[in-house]
């Protein structure tokens, strides 16, 4: 318990300091510059000399914590770094707008430029430092790994540098946890990597007990639950689950929205549809392409995209995943358009036409997406709501996330529809835009569920030892 207090308490006062630090520069560029340029305006209303400040605090606060800038010992040094720097940007930006609306007229934008130099500068510091005072207070925790059809995660844990924050000391199956839940004794940290629902209650009871913390890879229907209903029903507490079905206001608002959004970037990025579509056309191709998808309850529509392969990709009639940098179907300009995600700009006429919303699923083809359903038949459950542009699954995984993955986080998405949640995925998607990692490829030939080794919840409706060998890799 004392670990704990200290812990949390050293964490609270490293994001304070985080946030004073980086506001630094915000103030030293406002009171020594653009404060100065409307000094007519603060002597009438004194106040507004402190608002911006704080309106920057609170604005860098919220979309830091959109950002997860403040994961000291889950996130990388690049990844905190990046991700504290958006944060700041996108604060100042909006503060400079407020600027120049007060003082009526646009003000030079080098001091804010400073500013952000000044916040990379001490951002950077301020990661190098916590980072070092976390892992010196704060060694591994002793991990076990329990796995039942799903394994490797020991390995992810590694490649994505979770080693300092746990240090794995045995991989078990669950027959052997089972048979002797005293060998969690003396352990910090379990994690259950798909276990069935019964032996994974089982052990996170004993945890529980003992005062050993979890970490649980859910499972499909875990994630449905997220969405029950708490009821009373016969003085007994109930859980009610139900397709999904969200409110009216939420449906009209969210229609209304898409309609909005896409509209003014229409108009905005029109530029960009024209510069785009030139270059395309040089390469004596039609500019568009369209492709079958699925949407809500399986409808089928016509998604349209910036043409970015060859003509004949796709000559022999068998739908595939793009491998990344190395398919050499990808034109030039298509290589171009894909790393900055402007072949997905065309979308927009989907979102206005009512095909597609701004936040969804991803479509999948027809063709693909019945492979994926041959081996995982829960894989069309995403399709309970209407497809969109972005989604829970595009921010928080990457564009080779295994088909199981995403549809994880579909449905978790999909268990609590909301205004707010919308909103945060798409700001959160901001943060993937420059992110590499969020393009990879499908490995070559990866098309099946099965391929992707995402048989672990198939395990709960069949005994067939095959289904559950499925790894991470």
């Known amino acids: 318990m004392k670990r704990n207090w200290t812990h949390d308490i050293g964490l609270r006062i490293l994001k304070l300091i985080n946030i004073l630090v980086i506001t630094c520069p915000f103030e030293l560029c406002w009171h020594f510059y653009y404060a100065t340029r409307a000094d007519a305006l603060f002597s009438q209303n004194p106040k507004i000399y402190l608002l911006l400040p704080v309106l920057f605090i609170i604005l860098y606060v919220i979309f830091g914590r959109i950002y997860n800038a403040f994961l000291i010992s889950y996130y990388r040094l690049f990844e905190m770094v990046y991700s504290q720097m958006l944060a700041a940007c996108i604060s100042d930006g909006i503060v400079y707008f407020m600027i120049c609306i007060l003082c009526k007229h646009f003000q030079p934008i080098w001091p804010g430029l400073l500013a952000i130099a000044g916040q990379f500068v001490f951002s950077t510091v301020w990661s190098l430092c916590s980072r070092k005072w976390y892992f010196r207070h704060f060694p591994p925790k002793k991990t076990y790994v329990i796995y039942d059809t799903r394994s490797g995660i020991e390995e992810m844990m590694e490649s994505y540098g979770l080693s300092k924050k746990y240090a794995v000391d045995k991989v078990i199956p669950v027959s052997d946890v089972l ?28 945890c529980i007990d003992k005062g050993i913390e979890a970490l649980v890879l ?8 997220l969405g029950a209903k708490r009821m009373h029903i016969m003085h007994l507490p109930v859980l009610q689950v139900y397709r999904y079905n969200p409110k009216p206001e939420y449906v009209f608002t969210k229609r209304f929205f898409d309609i909005v959004l896409s509209s003014v970037a229409l108009l905005i990025l029109w530029p960009v549809f024209l510069v785009t579509a030139i270059l395309i056309k040089k390469d004596g191709g039609p500019v568009f392409y369209k492709q079958e998808r699925l949407t809500k309850d399986g409808k089928v529509f016509r998604l349209i995209k910036f043409r970015s392969m060859r003509v004949d990709a796709e000559k022999d009639g068998i739908a595939r995943l793009s491998t990344g940098e190395n398919d050499d179907r990808i034109t030039p300009v298509g290589r171009v358009i894909r790393k900055l995600r402007i072949d997905e700009l065309p979308q927009l006429f989907n979102i206005i036409k009512g095909d597609l919303s701004v936040v969804g699923p991803r479509p999948e083809r027809p063709s693909i997406a019945e492979q994926y359903e041959q081996e995982m038949p829960d894989f069309r459950l995403r399709l309970q709501c209407k497809a969109g542009l972005t989604g829970y699954a595009q921010v928080h995984g990457k564009y080779n996330t295994t088909p199981y993955d995403k549809l994880m986080m579909d449905l978790m998405y999909i268990a609590n529809p909301g205004f707010l949640q919308d909103l945060r995925i798409i700001i959160a998607t901001i943060k993937i835009l420059f992110l590499p990692e969020s393009t990879e490829g499908i490995k070559e030939g990866q098309v099946t569920a099965m391929e992707t080794g995402n048989t672990a919840d198939a395990a709960d409706e069949s005994d067939n030892e095959e289904d559950r060998k499925s790894t991470v890799a």
């Open 179 to 206: 048979s002797d839940l005293q060998m969690l004794d003396d352990v910090e940290e379990v994690f259950l990597s798909g276990i069935h629902s019964h032996d994974r209650n089982t052990i996170i009871k004993y």
């Open 218 to 225: 859910p499972r499909i229907g875990d994630a449905i639950m």
